[in-house]
């Protein structure tokens, strides 16, 4: 059974910081490529950060400077870290995995972060 359990979410005030983990289990962690995904109220998902298999990283604009997404193979971890927040970086943080030649994808069940004063 493949499940993926974000944690780290939470109130924070804008300008501070929040790291988010996602474990993995079920899975041959290594071989995924990773994503951090965010829901705004009201708004499609939206891609924010992917890191590959071999570790490498990209970004959406709005997140480029604040946000790194790394991963921890021997933990089956991937890792948010997100600084200088901003209240329009509120929504829900889904943590996915996926495999395009097994084709395989799967998603958490998400982690709530909001940013205000």
């Known amino acids: 059974q493949v499940q993926l359990v974000e944690s780290g979410g939470g109130l924070v005030q804008p300008g501070g910081s929040l790291r988010l983990s996602c474990v993995a289990s079920?899975?041959?962690?290594?071989?995924?490529?990773m994503a951090w995904h965010r829901q705004a109220p009201g708004k499609q998902r939206e891609l924010v950060a992917t890191?590959?298999?071999?570790?490498?990283?990209n970004y959406v604009d709005s997140a480029k400077g604040r946000f790194t997404i790394s991963r921890d193979n021997a933990k089956n971890t991937v890792y948010l870290q997100m600084s200088s927040l901003k209240p329009e970086d509120t929504g829900v943080y889904y943590c996915?995995?996926?495999?395009?030649?097994?084709?395989?994808?799967?998603w958490g069940q998400g982690t709530q972060v909001t940013v205000s004063s």
């Open positions: 079920g899975i041959a962690f290594g071989i995924y490529a």
């Open positions: 890191i590959t298999s071999g570790s490498s990283t």
């Open positions: 996915n995995a996926n495999q395009m030649l097994l084709q395989r994808a799967y």
